[in-house]
């Protein structure tokens, strides 16, 4: 059994998915396949998780961020870690940036001293000089990289990263209602994502960058059980389900899924998936895997195309 060093704080499996954002599963998971993370048990068989690993879980997602694979990751030591994240720091040039890409520092000035009136303003400003679907896939993308990396390096904590996604979604619905066309438009598009992802900002991104050109975009939220995903996929007349999957989300899992939702899904349905999970990976007939929210865009074009031959 593992014991941890007597003077070491421990935290249960809840308390760790939310300082984390890996999930419960996804924790037990790689304790399977990778031998960790390797919780202590208390009196009741529960899982308690020392804060040293639970700092190596915070590193493994910065990682899991930038473009590692889990089976790469999940099992290395500390020191594998920092080596490899001093490896692709220094690939992350100013040449990868998004266009356009503005100074966030004030940005995340404003969250880390909780400054929500401010940090609201001034992406409002961004937003209405870069317009919607600049602002997300330029200036967001970007903006969510820094936070997550300022999270991994303790310079905001898991109530700020909260306050952050917040303020964000609260924007992107209110821009996003301000632009739809009132639910007319094809392809019709359902939003979600599989049970045990957490992240629904993802989501809300990708509405973003389809609403204003005429397509109409219904979200079920996040964790929607596959059958559920049918059924309303085809109660509901839909053109395309699209699904979102975070870097932390297994990557077997989320390919394993989207072939079954695609053997359960009428033909007649398209399936598009984008994140982390799913970047770079293998194709899957039948399924349209996108790594940037500007192929979405590339998706929405072809399958209107598709329709007018």
Known sequence: MNVAKPDESLLGIAAVERDTGVSKDTLRVWERRYGFPAPVRDDNGDRLYPM???ERLRLIRRLLDMGCRPAKVVGASDDELNAMLANLEPARSEATLPRAHPDLGGFIESIRLHRCMELRAGLQQMLMKQGLQRFVADTLCHLNREVGQAWMRGELDVPEEHLYTEQVQNLLRSAIGTQASGGGGRPRVLLTTF???L???GLLMVE??????GASCVSLGVQTPMSDICSAA????????ALSFSSAFPHRQAMDGLSELRRLLPATVALWA???????RRTIEGVQ????LDESLQALQAWRAARLT
Not at 208 to 213: S, T
Not at 234 to 241: A, K, R
Not at 289 to 292: A, E, F, I, Q
């Open 234 to 241: 085809v109660e509901g007349g839909f053109d395309v389900v």
């Open 52 to 54: 040293s690993q639970v």
């Open 199 to 201: 992240h629904g900002l």
């Open 208 to 213: 973003a960058m389809l609403v204003p050109e």
């Open 289 to 292: 895997l996108m790594s940037t």
């Open 274 to 280: 984008g994140g982390g999970a799913v970047q770079g």
């Open 195 to 197: 049970p045990d992802e």
